[in-house]
Antibody
Framework: QVTLKESGPVLVKPTETLTLTCTVS??????????VSWIRQPPGKALEWLAH???????AYSTSLTSRLSISRDTSKSQVVLTMTNLDPVDTATYFC???????????????WGQGTLVTVSS | DIQMTQSPSSLSASVGDRVTITCRAS??????LSWYQQKPGNAPKLLIY???SLQSGVPSRFSGSGSGTDFTLTITSLQPEDFATYYC????????FGQGTRLEIK
């Protein structure tokens, strides 16, 4: 059974850096054509993709947030870490990690997802 | 980035109804589209990938179609557990999601 679980701070102050960890089980971070993504959802709003890291360590970032994001992995711990710098109250959201599966061509999808962790940015 | 626009933003329907949700891309995305269901307080769940491939374990009353810029998610014979918010997701270049369609009980 594939599971993912997010962990990190619940409350972060403006301008601080957020570090979130996704711990996976049931698959390896080096499994071909798979990876882990981070996606967030502000309260009552839509989903927003943030970043991917793939089985070959290739990384990709949201165009609008690329300067603030960094994604990395520790394969020995089955963990993927997302850091986001210079937090602002608008970054308050539930942050999900999800396994990304690559299909043919440019097709990819997210399955399954972690339960999510709510991060509040406030002084 | 490619913009995804879902319609309607919300709709009310009854158990047993057939409903269709539309997702339009700002440019052609071939069939690089997936659909998710999200219930309050829960993570999204994959329903359909590659426009029309049903994820394992998802009931056959869910189906998807389309190509290029216009896509649909159809639910035949709505069940009580289907009332949720639905999102489309495209994966050509940078991934983007639609704004969601909230399906409510009439």
């Amino acid at each position: 059974q594939v599971t993912l679980k997010e962990s990190g701070p619940v409350l972060v102050k403006p301008t601080e850096t957020l570090t979130l960890t996704c711990t996976v089980s049931g698959f390896s971070l080096t499994n071909a054509r798979m990876g882990v993504s981070w996606i967030r959802q502000p309260p009552g709003k839509a989903l927003e993709w943030l970043a991917h890291i793939f089985w070959n360590d290739e990384k990709a970032y949201s165009t609008s947030l690329t300067s603030r994001l960094s994604i990395s992995r520790d394969t020995s711990k089955s963990q993927v870490v997302l850091t986001m710098t210079n937090l602002d109250p608008v970054d308050t959201a539930t942050y999900f990690c999800a396994r990304i599966v690559l299909g043919s061509g440019e097709l990819d999808w997210f399955d399954p997802w972690g339960q999510g962790t709510l991060v509040t940015v406030s002084s | 980035d490619i913009q995804m626009t879902q319609s309607p933003s919300s709709l009310s329907a009854s158990v047993g109804d057939r409903v269709t949700i539309t997702c339009r891309a700002s440019q052609s995305i071939s069939t690089y589209l997936s659909w998710y269901q999200q219930k309050p307080g829960n993570a999204p769940k994959l329903l359909i990938y590659g426009t029309s491939s049903l994820q394992s374990g998802v009931p056959s009353r869910f189906s998807g179609s389309g190509s290029g810029t216009d896509f649909t998610l159809t639910i035949t014979s709505l069940q009580p557990e289907d009332f949720a918010t639905y999102y489309c997701q495209q994966s050509l270049g940078a991934t983007t999601f639609g704004q969601g369609t909230r399906l409510e009980i009439k």
